[in-house]
């Protein structure tokens, strides 16, 4: 069975502080790695992954895909009270469906 | 910004209801996608479907049902509501060629 793990399940932080959230999987198959940010309702996409080494990066947020170790991480640097939301890492495994295998998210709250 | 619409946004109705969830695209999306979230937790891919006429049950058993009669609506129907029906569902669709799939904003599903 598939299996997305995130750590930490959440985390507090001061605005301007650098964090990094952890991603590992366990998928058979493996073809892409997906970042999501959820603010109370949706999941908005952030990043795609799916080759090892390759760093994706939108402004503050930046992403790493390492597919011999099975992880990513997703950092955020000089973090503001907008970034406060859970962070869902998924992963795709081929498959005519696409379907997704999602973590339980990590909690980020920056405070002011 | 991805054209997916859901409603209701929230619900709340007694048990043994019936109630219908509305997900439409205007993307022209092959896939689509229904999941639950419980607050704090992961979200569960309950059905999806390939294209019109093709739907498949998820990972998470559900006791819901789903049609795909239009390429761009994707309905979730539960027969008979219970309290262990309370969650919030979300739809998705993607494009053949991506895993990225683009999320509606959700509906929050009270049954008392």
């Known amino acids: 069975e598939d299996k997305v793990v995130q750590s930490p399940l959440s985390l507090v932080v001061h605005e301007g502080d650098t964090v990094t959230l952890n991603c590992s999987y366990e998928?058979?198959?493996?073809?892409?790695l997906l970042w999501y940010k959820q603010e109370k309702k949706a999941p908005t996409f952030l990043f795609m992954l799916?080759?090892?080494?390759i760093e994706k990066k939108s402004g503050r947020l930046s992403s790493i895909l390492d597919k011999k170790e099975l992880f990513s991480i997703l950092n955020i640097t000089a973090t503001q009270t907008g970034d406060s939301a859970v962070y869902l890492c998924?992963?795709?495994?081929?498959?005519?469906?696409?379907?997704?295998?999602f973590g339980s998210g990590t909690q980020l709250t920056v405070l002011p | 910004e991805a054209d997916i619409y859901q409603t209701p946004r929230y619900l709340v109705i007694g048990t043994g209801k019936k109630i219908t969830l509305e997900c439409s695209q205007t993307?022209?999306?092959?896939?689509m996608y229904w999941y639950q979230q419980d607050p704090g937790m992961e979200l569960h891919l309950i059905h999806y479907?390939?294209?019109?006429?093709?739907?498949e049950k998820g990972d998470l058993s559900s006791e819901s049902t789903v049609s795909r009669i239009r390429t761009e609506h994707f309905p979730l129907t539960l027969e008979s509501a219970r309290p262990s029906h309370t969650s919030q569902y979300l739809c998705?669709?993607?494009?053949?060629?991506?895993?990225?799939?683009?999320f509606g904003p959700g509906t929050r599903l009270t049954v008392t």
């Open positions: 998705a669709s993607t494009r053949d060629t991506t895993y990225e799939q683009y």
């Open positions: 998928v058979t198959n493996f073809r892409s």
């Open positions: 799916t080759s090892s080494g």
């Open positions: 998924a992963v795709g495994a081929s498959g005519s469906a696409r379907q997704l295998t």
């Open positions: 993307m022209g999306h092959d896939k």
């Open positions: 479907s390939y294209g019109v006429n093709s739907t």
